[in-house]
Nanobody
Framework: QVQLVESGGDLVQAGGSLRLSCAASGSTFSINVMGWYRQAPGKQRELVATITSGGHTNYVDSAKGRFTISRDNAKNTVYLQMNSLEPEDAAVYYC??????????????WGQGTQVTVSS
């Protein structure tokens, strides 16, 4: 089992920056991929960025050049630095962790979410 706790969501003006954090606990040794997803009202949850244990990153097109995902494996924490925020970035941001066991069984864990509000 993995527990995820997000923090860092806030109200920010358009053009501003925020850094989200997600601390993992529990069976963190089995975490392979960590990532951030977001869900705006009336919309489906969408991928924002992911990072593997080896540091390989992936971003949704709208986040490229503005957001940076990073990971501190020693602290079992993943970060999302968000710059040049736009009203369209407003959403609840969820941390996700995927574990891969020795038999290739995969489990996906979610945090409780942190609200990001961007005022225009």
């Amino acid at each position: 089992q993995v527990q995820l706790v997000e923090s860092g969501g806030d109200l920010v003006q358009a053009g501003g920056s925020l850094r989200l954090s997600c601390a993992a606990s529990g069976s963190t040794f089995s975490i392979n991929v960590m990532g951030w997803y977001r869900q705006a009202p009336g919309k489906q949850r969408e991928l924002v960025a992911t990072i593997t244990s080896g540091g390989h990153t992936n971003y949704v097109d709208s986040a490229k050049g503005r957001f940076t995902i990073s990971r501190d494996n020693a602290k079992n924490t993943v970060y999302l630095q968000m710059n040049s925020l736009e009203p369209e970035d407003a959403a609840v941001y969820y941390c996700n962790a995927v574990t891969i066991l020795s038999d290739n069984t995969r489990y996906s864990y979610w945090g409780q979410g942190t609200q990001v509000t961007v005022s225009s």
